[in-house]
Structures are given as C-alpha cells and as structure tokens.
C-alpha cells in the first residue's frame, strides 16, 4: 500500500497546522493556535510539530486545518516522538489499555504474564506523565483483576499526593450466570497533575431539570429565578458581630436559634436586606433566607464516584453503536460508550482543551472529543486504527447521529489528520 506523504510540516493537537493544501498557517476553530502579541500584531506559533511523523491524506478527512491527530503506532514509540513537543499541553488523557484478563479478542490480545504488563503500563504511564498540562488529569480505566496493582504503581509514578479518586462504572447490567460473581463494574483510576490545579479547574455536571426547578421567582425579582438558603449557620466559628436581633423590614424582630448564628454581620446583613438579597416569605414575616440567583451561581452536580449504566452507557450499548455506524466490519470487542468518555471530558476539559488517549481501540475517545469540540490525539496500534477508528472519525465529521451525538447537539465538521510515524 502507498500513501501520499505531503511535503509540509504539521501540528497536531489543534495547533498551528501547516495547510496542507495552499502551505500557509491558519488558527483554529476552537482555541486561537496562533497567540497574537497584542502589542505588535505579530503572531508566534505555539505547538508540536509533526516532523516525526508522515500525514496520509487519504486516510484523512474533512478541515485539515483542526490539527485534529489519529496516529497508527505502538504507542510508547508515539508518546516518545510527541513528548518533547507536547509537554505540559494535554488537558485530558484518557486510556483504556488491555486489562491483562488472559482474553483473545478480535482485534488484539489481552494475555500476558502480570509483570510484564504492569512494567508495559509503567513505561506508558511515565511517558504520559509530562504531558499534563498543570490543571490536567489522567483517567485510566481497568478491572478488578489489575486494578490494585496498578493503583500502587500509579501512585509511584503520578505521587500518592495527586490521586484524585476512582471511579466505579456500571459497565453491564445483565447477570453473567457461567461465573462465581457476576462481574457489573469496573473501574476509573484518576489523578491530576496537581490536584489543588484540578480542583479548581474542573466542571461540575450539568445540573437537570430537577435541580434547576429549585430556583423560582415568587417577587418577580428582576435579577431572575432564585432559591434561598438559611440565614443562620453554627455558630462554632462565629464572632461576637454575628449576634444581633435582626429586624425585618415589617418591623418583626428575628434571633439566631439556640447554638447559632447569623450568617452575616449586622451591618452587611443591613446591606443585603436593602439591596433586596434577604427574603422574608411572601407576608414579611418569615423567617429571613439568603436569596440565591440561578444566573449568578455556579449551578451544577458535584460528580459522584459510582456511575451508573442509566447515566453513562454499557459496553453493550456501545458495541451496538458501532454495529449501526458500521455493520460491514467486524465488531470491536471492548469499546467504551461514549457516555462514559462524555462525561469524563465534560469534567476534566473545556471546548478547545487537548485530550490524548493511546489505546484508542474503536476510536471512542477521538470521536466524543470531535464531537464535544476539543482537540485530539489518538493513538492505536491495530489495523482497526484504519478499519474502525478512520472510519468512525470520518462518520463523525459527516455527522454521524450516534452516541452522544443529540446530547450534544452534534451535526458535524472539523476534520482529522490520520498519520504513521516515519522510519
Ligand atoms: C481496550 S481497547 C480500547 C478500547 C477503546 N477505549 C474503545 O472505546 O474502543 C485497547 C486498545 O489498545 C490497543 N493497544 C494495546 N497495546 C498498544 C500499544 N502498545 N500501542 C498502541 N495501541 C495499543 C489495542 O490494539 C486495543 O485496540
């Protein structure tokens, strides 16, 4: 087989992409990836160069203008190639690599003696680790088998200090009958480069119906919708200012119960009643509450540590999503839904962000970044990088309405650069 190599210099990660068509440089939809110097109007170029690597055109789809990466390679070889041009500039890295569980699938092996896969993890997992940027996170899935082993030699690569949690993900619902124990649930261990970096960057999950129908507007405030909180709270830590008898606008007198206090001191309690932030119920007579407007709160779910099948999707569901997308080829075994991959970038990453995933198996993890408007790089070593990836990246440029694909309003665009390492 014969590919095109074009003869220019690329960058990948929805940086500075060289244009493969006219050779001048162009931004990006996403993310400026030309950094303009306000002062003098020049541009500099700010990301990895592809130097390393040729560009197959015509497994390539739609804008190359994204800097949008598919690369087919083993995996530690790429992650060498890229480490010293993408250091410090990956938001997300997600991996779902061969959980050593002694299966033969379709399209790869999962079978190998215990220490050779941990030392093949520690390797991936140390090359991985420059590239987080410093509010970045890495998200490994895995199952019980290894988890533990490689929780410990997570923890001597990323730092104890920077394990952020794992996650339980329900990935089957049905009861598997030939076993013990009815394997439901895996897991995703996470860490962040820093977590204080992490915990101040990340997102919350969207808040639903329910949690948005607690703000409501019984004075027609003009500030719009609100719920109220309590105007006291313990009174461990409270100052002598947060005892006073607090008189409401109709003149009723209100104290703090016993063993607590009001929540502002007298004279900002004063302000917030005049600027109209302190609620008395519909009579004036009520007990005071602190308004809180919906559009001036960080509305939004703390993400919880146990994700459901009804929240994120199963295994089954996604291999079933991909038996709609391409019914021709042979069926991937182990694919991830992209509700779970969808919600991991929903918390760890904006629009924009670069997310990196090197055993992209089916290609989840490119295709709910392209759809979710991030930036990508990912790397598969199989054929499938061809067969099932390419495939399923061209799909989602053309729009494909699968997956997450309503959730996020997807109806395609962008563009994907497929590329080998060169030899
Ligand atoms: C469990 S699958 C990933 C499935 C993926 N999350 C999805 O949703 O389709 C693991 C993938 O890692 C690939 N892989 C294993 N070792 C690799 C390596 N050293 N370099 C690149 N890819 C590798 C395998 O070919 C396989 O496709």
Not at 143 to 153: G, I, M
Not at 297 to 308: D, F, I, N, R
Not at 392 to 403: A, E, F, K
Request: charge should be positive; include cysteine.
């Amino acid at each position: 087989m014969t590919y095109a190599e074009p003869n220019t210099t690329s960058r990948i990660g929805g940086l500075p992409v060289t244009s493969l068509v006219n050779g001048t440089t162009t931004d990006l939809p996403c993310r400026p990836a030309t950094r303009r110097n306000s002062t003098n109007g020049t541009s500099r170029t700010d990301g990895p160069t592809l130097q390393s690597f040729r560009r197959i055109a015509r497994l390539s789809h739609g804008s190359s203008h994204t800097g949008n990466a598919l690369i087919q390679g083993e995996n530690l070889d790429v992650l060498r190639r890229l480490n010293d041009q993408c250091v410090g500039r990956v938001r997300c890295v997600y991996i779902d690599p061969p959980y050593n569980n002694q299966e033969r699938y379709r399209h790869y092996r999962d079978s190998g003696s215990h220490t050779a896969w941990l030392d093949m993890m520690a390797e991936r997992l140390n090359a991985l680790k420059p590239l987080l940027s410093t509010d970045g996170s890495i998200w490994i899935s895995i199952d019980d088998r290894e988890v533990h082993y490689l929780k410990v030699a997570a923890d001597d690569i990323f730092g104890r200090k920077n394990f952020v949690t794992t996650i339980v993900w329900q990935q089957r619902t049905t009861r598997e009958n030939r076993k013990v124990f009815s394997n439901n649930h895996e897991y995703v261990l996470v860490y962040a480069a820093d977590p204080r970096g992490f915990r101040a960057a990340r997102n919350l999950l969207p808040a639903g119906p329910e949690l948005l129908s607690r703000y409501k507007n019984p004075d027609s405030d003009p500030r719009g919708p609100w719920q109220s909180i309590s105007a006291n709270v313990q009174d461990g830590h409270a100052t002598e200012s947060q005892f006073y008898d607090l008189v409401a606008p109709s003149g009723r007198v209100h104290r703090p119960p016993e063993g607590r206090c009001w929540i502002y001191t007298h004279a900002k309690m004063k302000r917030e009643i005049a600027t109209g932030n302190v609620w008395f119920g519909k009579s004036g007579q009520g007990v005071p509450r602190i308004k809180r407007f919906l559009n001036s709160s960080q509305v939004g779910l703390t993400p919880e540590t146990l994700w459901p099948a009804t929240e994120v999707g199963t295994n089954d569901e996604a291999k079933k999503q991909l038996l709609k997308l391409f019914p021709d080829n042979s069926v991937f075994d182990t694919p991830k839904p992209e509700g779970l991959i969808g919600r991991i970038l929903s918390i760890a990453t904006e629009p924009g962000d670069l997310v990196l995933d090197a055993f992209l198996g089916s290609g989840t993890t490119a295709a709910v970044a392209h759809k979710m408007q991030r930036r990508y790089i990912g790397i598969e070593r199989g054929e499938h990088a061809v067969t099932h990836c390419a495939t399923r990246l061209r799909l989602v440029v053309d729009g494909d309405p699968t997956g997450i694909s309503e959730e996020v309003r997807w109806r395609g665009g962008g563009g994907f650069s497929f590329y080998k390492p060169r030899t």
